[in-house]
């Protein structure tokens, strides 16, 4: 079976240090990965997504990018934090096919202070 | 473009008590629809999804959603409210752009559900 799994759980920052967060995922090649964000109050907004490896799509622009250096494997980062970076991280998957599910991570609490 | 409404933010039932969660969506040809429950500080766990097979679509948890293409309308129902059913459920369409494809969210609704 397939999971994914996100690290840090939880992780409080000072404005304008760096970011990096981690998505895996196991039980399945060459997958479609995705990074949301969700806002205190408010829905999921898409930031990237991926449909292999060193193949990122932006959906809005901000001071975060998205690596892929493995086929399972997708990071967040960020050079220099902001406030308004805080929020949930969701990383999720998909299989290469229309209309397919995507699974979600259990998410990234990130604190930016 | 696709769409979805979720008509409201917050629902409280009492426990034991039917469950009924609206969506409405729009969508210029016949979508893919899903519904995602949240428990605070979780990720997201699917519930059910549509793609066009039964309009009455069974997930889990005792949770259905009945597709019904006049009204443009996918709404979440359980029979009988549990306590841990308390979460923020998600309504979600799957929109087609330039040849890829996204979900679509809703705002949410935050199920409260009463002792």
């Known amino acids: 079976s397939q999971t994914i799994h996100q690290w840090p759980a939880t992780l409080v920052q000072p404005v304008g240090s760096p970011l990096s967060l981690e998505c895996t995922v196991e039980?399945?090649?060459?997958?479609?990965l995705y990074w949301y964000r969700q806002a205190a109050g408010r829905g999921l907004q898409l930031l990237f997504y991926s449909v292999g490896i060193g193949q990122i799509s932006s959906e809005v622009p901000q001071n975060l990018s998205a690596s892929r250096p493995q086929d399972r494997q997708f990071i967040l980062s960020s050079k220099k934090l902001l406030l308004s970076d805080s929020g949930f991280y969701l990383c999720?998957?998909?299989?290469?096919?229309?209309?397919?599910?995507?699974?979600f991570g259990p998410g990234t609490r990130l604190l930016v202070l | 473009a696709q769409s979805v409404t979720q008509l409201d933010s917050h629902v409280s039932v009492s426990e034991g008590t039917p469950v009924l969660l609206r969506c409405n969506y729009s969508s210029s040809y016949s979508p893919s629809l899903f519904w995602y429950v949240q428990h605070p500080n979780k990720g997201l766990q699917l519930l059910l999804k549509?793609?066009?097979?039964?309009?009455l679509v069974k997930g889990i948890n005792g949770f259905e959603a009945e597709f019904k293409k006049s009204e443009t309308s996918f709404h979440l129902t359980k029979p009988s409210a549990h306590m841990s059913d308390a979460a923020e459920y998600f309504c979600v369409v799957i929109s087609h752009y330039s040849g890829t494809y996204k979900y679509i969210f809703g705002t949410g609704t935050r199920l409260k559900v009463l002792a």
């Open positions: 039980g399945t090649s060459n997958p479609n």
């Open positions: 999720a998957w998909s299989r290469h096919r229309v209309d397919e599910t995507q699974y």
């Open positions: 549509y793609t066009s097979a039964a309009t």
